[in-house]
Each structure stands twice: as structure tokens, then as C-alpha cells.
């Protein structure tokens, strides 16, 4: 490891780091537009310049470009550096619009940042400014080409670190261009990283442009729910609105992107039409009166039909917390059927998958980046797990050999591969760090099991944000899938919570209660509905496809948005304590609430034996632990 001085404090960093990240790593922030941890370097912008004292190399040098090496003296504030920084800024200002009060990246602008660093507050030049045409990039994304700085980071991602071919740069000189041949909705998933990666305001989220600037946010860490892989995410909202949801660096996760589907998924959370108010038989209640009535009709059920016929139903996309409390109400009250899958195939496939993770063979998307050598079957990543195939990707680019089999989505991977019938016909034997991305197919698990792979790590899709927390359960709690249920038998009354089943049911089952936050069609067909608070508006655990916790928190109030009403809908303008549909609650706290009105002490994960007690130690700033890891997990 090389040992350095950066400004008179010594530092050593590890072998390949250059000069910038060694500065970084001390709090020294050097001006720089083109680098990124992620894409490397470039040395396009000019901006991070140094002055080298001593060492191999002397004089005025790029920090990104040059690795750090044994006896290097750097000043990042000598008068020559310092003056260079400042003259190539300016000169990449002599065309931006100085639009910062009517920019909608004002505020997170790394242009504005380091445009001050640099030195550089006064416009010298007034002659006629270059202009472009902007571009229709689609519903997601706007385009401002005016305020481009052609540090190339967007292209960079586009088509080498994502793999997309219609976006580019043309032009030469003074006259480069970024964008497509022609106006049209980008094709790649990942095309949303363009707004975080973007160091000015060229490309913005057109979903939320114009409705705040950053320090009006409410934000905080959070996991996205759209697939099993728990990529890390900074939803920001106001008013009650879910605006925006952009990445969090996570290396052993996500990195530092996520792709479309959960940067822009926000719809159902903001929708005039997503249920919030408590219903008895149809008629709107107050939270209290709601759980009241569950009380009493569950006493006359359990009478009436005995706790066998009682069946407690979650799903995958339920948080860990609420996935115990689901087991603990099936505890307390006795029920004879305990589900969180649907389907018995499904359920069947991700308690095998789970059955064969350990702490040695699970695969992160980070160790899938490392590979030296992946295996695709019985899954369509770019449905399934978007940012697999990214990671996938960049495995490929270090010079990974990929092959797939079976159900993969093959025409339109972001990778070359090679197809192959079998696993059997695939060279593990001849890598270093194999892989094999497996979805929970019954197929490809057993096909998994029939073959001996020693030293394969596994990374197994799941079906849903935490299908690998509610498998362990389903397991320790001897439950079964709902279809299973009902071919039983047994089943005359349901509680189901945040549960997706069919709307159609035998007439002989009473829905007793659903608790959801999603218009689903049993609402219908329910005695009892309670609206329950979605992902970003409460604290929870989601346990990834490796079996990482991670923790989410709580990015926003519930309750009716204040923007989109329509009149009928607009609530009533009186003075009240909580906002008109803000008195829902989590899924894990309505079970609590119905548990104390059961008799039930009233109790949290620590009261719910050692197991899943250390989910209350996790802490969402974290890149989470794996469960293999506790002592006393699972």
C-alpha cells in the first residue's frame, strides 16, 4: 500500500487508488466533474487538477488520472492548481445558462458546489452563448441540453457500464451533443441513473420536476420493494406525496444505481384511489371502532367454527416485522392455518432456495460483479431482478464468461453469453469465483440439487422484496401455501394481510379481514377492511434473496396528498391533529393493537422469543448483516 502526503497528512490507500480518492479519503474534496467511483476515470473535465512535489511524477497533474504510488507530495491548494481549476471552470461556465434559480437540480447541483470551490463567482464573458435543441426522452426524463458541461458521464453509463445503444454523444468541439438520433422514450431500464449521475441539471425526473428543491424534502434510507433484491434507496416526498425515489450506495448491494422500475414506481402510493379508510361491512369507521369489530366477530367465529377453520394469510412483500406478528396472531388466537404464499409451487420453490443459502455460498450482487464466470437459468432477469443483469454486466465487462439455460429472457440481455442446454454442460471447474443467478423455479432448484457444484456461489431470485424472511418463517412455523389450504378443507374464515389471493373464493369462506395498502380486488368481499401504511411511511426489515436485514425507515406522514384531489375527493377543510387518512397504521401494529384486544400482553420482536430479536438492532444507514451472521437467528 503506497504511503502518501496530501497537504502535509500522510496517508496510505490501498494499490490502484488515485490522487482524487486519496484526497477524498482524508475529507479533502478536490473539484472534479467527469470521475465517478462507478465509471471510472476519464479525464474529460480538466477540473481536479494538483500540483505534484514530489515523487515519479512532478508539476501540475490530474488527480483522477494518476494512481497513487510510494512518496508522492501533493498540494491540492497551491497557487498554480488552484489558478488552473479556476480558469477550466470558468471556461466550462461560458456557455451554461446560470439558471440556478429556475433549475430544477438547484440544490443538488455538483456543478453549483464546485463551481464556488473552484473560485469562480463572476461572469466575465458576455458574448452570445452556444444553444441546443432539447430532446423527448420520454415520460421520465427531461432533457436541458443548455447546461451540459461535457464531462461524458452520462454516455459513459449509458452504453459502457449499462449496455444501451440508443444514447450518445455526436458533434465535435464546441458543438458535442448527448442524446438520441431522434426524440423517443429511452430504451434502457436503468435510463433514471442519468438524473443521478448527471453532475449538473441536463437530465432531471420529469415525475417530480418543479414541485420542490432538495432542502424541502422529507427523505431518509430505504429499501426498494419491486424485487427480491433489497437495493438501497432515498425516497424524497412533501406534502404526503412520494416525488421522487433515487439511489443509495450500497457496494455489496446495489452499488450505486437502481434501475427504472423502482426509481419510478410510486404511483400506487400517491393514488387519489388507494384505500384509507377503515371499513365495517362497507361503511367508513374509525381505526379503533374497525379493530373493535374484529375483536368481536373473531371471538364469534372462533365459537362458532373452532380456531382449525381460521387461516392467517401474508405475503412476500409484508416486512419482517409484520411477518412475525402475523405468526404470533396465529399463536395467540390459535388458527389452524398459517400462509404466506399463494401458490404451493411457489411456496414450495423459495423454501427450497432458501434451504440451500448459506453464509458461504450466498451471492451478493457485489460478489456476482467480481464473477469470473455466470450461469443464467429458469430466470428473466430484466423482469425479475432488473440490477442482476446489471451486475451481470460488469462481470461481463471485467472479462466474465456468461451462459445461460432455460427461461432467461435471452433476446434482449445487456450481455454477450453463450447458450447452453443444461448446467451440467457448463465449466464451473474451470473459474476462480463462479456464480450461478438461479430464479425460484422448481425446475432450476432441483436441477441445482441433481449437481454438484463445490464452490459455486448461489444467487436465487425470490418472488418478492422479503420472499426469504417469510420462507424462514413458513418453515419455523410449519406453514403452507393458501392453495394447499383450501384444497384441505379446513378453511372457513381468513384475516389477510398485505396478501394478494383471488378475488373469487369459495362462497363458504367468510373474509373475516384485510389489511392492505393496495386497492386489491378481495377488498370487495371483506367484512372488515384496515388501510395499512405502505413501505416509505414506516419503519421495517425486508431480508434480500442472499438473506441480508436491511432496514427501511420512515420516509413520510400517511394521509391524503395535498396535491391531485379532485373536489370530490378533497377532504373537508377543518382543524384536526392528523391529516385526512393519516390515522392507518402499519401491518405489524394493527396485529399488535388486535392482539391486546384479544387478551394478548401487549409486545414487540423482543418479546417474541430470540429468533428475530436482532432485527431491532439493525440500523437503515447500514449495509445491513446477513442472518447467518446472529448468533441467535435463524
Not at 311 to 326: C, D, K, L, N
Request: negative net charge; contains cysteine; hydrophobic residues 40%.
Amino acid at each position: 500500500m503506497p504511503r502518501i502526503i496530501i497537504d502535509n497528512i500522510p496517508v496510505e490507500v490501498p494499490d490502484g487508488t488515485n490522487l482524487l480518492e486519496a484526497a477524498r479519503s482524508i475529507g479533502i474534496t478536490i473539484p472534479h466533474f467527469c470521475w465517478h467511483p462507478a465509471l471510472g476515470k476519464a479525464g474529460a473535465c480538466r477540473a481536479c487538477a494538483v500540483m505534484m512535489l514530489e515523487g515519479p511524477v512532478k508539476g501540475i497533474q490530474m488527480s483522477c488520472m494518476l494512481p497513487a504510488q510510494e512518496g508522492m507530495v501533493v498540494s491540492t491548494g497551491d497557487p498554480e492548481a488552484v489558478a488552473l481549476r479556476h480558469s477550466v471552470i470558468e471556461w466550462l461556465m461560458i456557455n451554461h445558462p446560470h439558471d440556478c434559480p429556475v433549475c430544477d437540480e438547484g440544490g443538488e447541483c455538483q456543478l453549483q458546489d464546485f463551481t464556488i470551490a473552484g473560485g469562480h463567482s463572476i461572469r466575465r464573458y458576455d458574448g452570445l452563448k452556444r444553444t441546443h435543441v432539447n430532446q423527448y426522452l420520454g415520460e421520465q426524463i427531461e432533457h436541458e441540453m443548455n447546461r451540459c458541461i461535457q464531462c461524458y458521464r452520462c454516455v459513459r453509463f449509458y452504453q459502457e457500464y449499462a449496455g444501451g445503444t440508443d444514447f450518445g454523444v455526436t458533434g465535435r468541439a464546441g458543438s458535442v451533443y448527448f442524446g438520441r438520433q431522434q426524440d423517443g422514450q429511452l430504451e434502457s431500464p436503468f435510463s433514471g441513473n442519468l438524473v443521478d449521475i448527471c453532475p449538473t441539471g441536463v437530465f432531471t425526473d420529469k415525475t417530480a420536476r418543479f414541485r420542490a428543491r432538495y432542502w424541502d424534502y422529507d427523505m431518509a434510507p430505504s429499501i426498494c420493494p419491486g424485487c427480491s433484491l433489497g437495493c438501497n434507496t432515498v425516497p424524497m416526498a412533501r406534502y404526503r406525496e412520494l416525488l421522487k425515489t433515487t439511489a443509495r450506495r450500497n457496494d455489496a448491494v446495489n452499488g450505486w444505481f437502481i434501475c427504472d422500475r423502482g426509481r419510478f414506481s410510486k404511483a400506487a402510493v400517491n393514488s387519489p384511489d388507494r384505500p384509507r379508510l377503515a371499513l365495517v361491512d362497507g361503511e367508513a369507521v374509525s381505526m379503533d371502532v374497525a379493530l373493535d369489530c374484529l375483536r368481536e366477530r373473531l371471538a364469534g367465529f372462533l365459537e362458532l367454527d373452532g380456531p382449525e377453520g381460521l387461516a392467517i394469510v401474508g405475503s412476500p412483500r409484508m416486512s419482517q416485522e409484520a411477518a412475525v406478528m402475523a405468526a404470533r396472531l396465529r399463536e395467540i388466537t390459535g388458527a389452524g392455518t398459517l400462509c404466506f404464499f399463494a401458490e404451493a409451487e411457489q411456496s414450495a420453490a423459495t423454501a427450497a432456495a432458501v434451504a440451500l443459502l448459506t453464509r458461504d455460498n450466498a451471492a451478493s450482487q457485489e460478489d456476482v460483479r467480481r464473477s469470473d464466470l455466470i450461469a443464467v437459468m429458469e430466470c428473466d432477469l430484466l423482469s425479475d431482478a432488473p440490477m442482476m443483469a446489471l451486475a451481470v454486466r460488469q462481470a461481463w465487462r471485467n472479462g466474465a464468461r456468461v451462459y445461460v439455460s432455460g427461461r432467461s429472457g435471452v433476446e434482449v440481455l445487456p450481455f454477450e453469453f453463450e447458450t447452453v442446454r443444461a448446467l451440467t454442460d457448463i465449466p464451473f471447474s474451470s473459474a476462480t469465483n463462479p456464480v450461478l443467478i438461479c430464479g425460484a423455479d422448481r425446475k432450476g432448484i432441483d436441477s441445482i440439487r441433481s449437481t454438484s457444484l463445490e464452490g459455486v456461489k448461489l444467487a436465487l431470485v425470490l418472488n418478492g422484496p422479503n420472499a426469504f424472511g417469510t420462507a424462514l418463517l413458513a418453515g419455523g412455523q410449519e406453514a403452507v401455501s393458501f392453495s394447499e389450504a383450501l384444497a384441505d378443507g379446513r378453511i372457513k374464515g381468513i384475516i389477510t394481510l398485505e396478501a394478494d389471493l383471488p378475488s373469487e373464493l369459495p362462497p363458504e369462506i367468510r373474509v373475516l379481514a384485510v389489511a392492505d395498502w393496495l386497492p386489491t380486488r378481495l377488498i370487495a368481499a371483506t367484512e372488515i377492511f384496515l388501510p395499512v401504511t405502505s413501505w416509505v411511511e414506516m419503519d421495517g426489515t425486508y431480508i434480500n434473496h442472499e438473506g441480508r436485514a436491511q432496514r427501511f425507515t420512515k420516509v413520510m406522514h400517511p394521509g391524503l396528498p395535498i396535491k391531485g384531489l379532485s373536489p370530490e375527493l378533497h377532504p373537508p377543510r377543518i382543524h384536526r391533529h392528523d391529516a385526512p387518512g393519516g390515522d392507518i397504521l402499519p401491518t405489524g401494529e394493527i396485529v399488535l393493537q388486535l392482539l391486546e384486544r384479544l387478551g394478548s400482553e401487549r409486545t414487540d420482536l423482543t418479546g417474541c422469543g430470540d429468533t428475530w430479536k436482532f432485527l431491532t438492532l439493525l440500523e437503515a444507514e447500514s449495509n445491513g448483516f446477513l442472518i447467518y451472521e446472529r448468533n441467535n437467528g435463524p
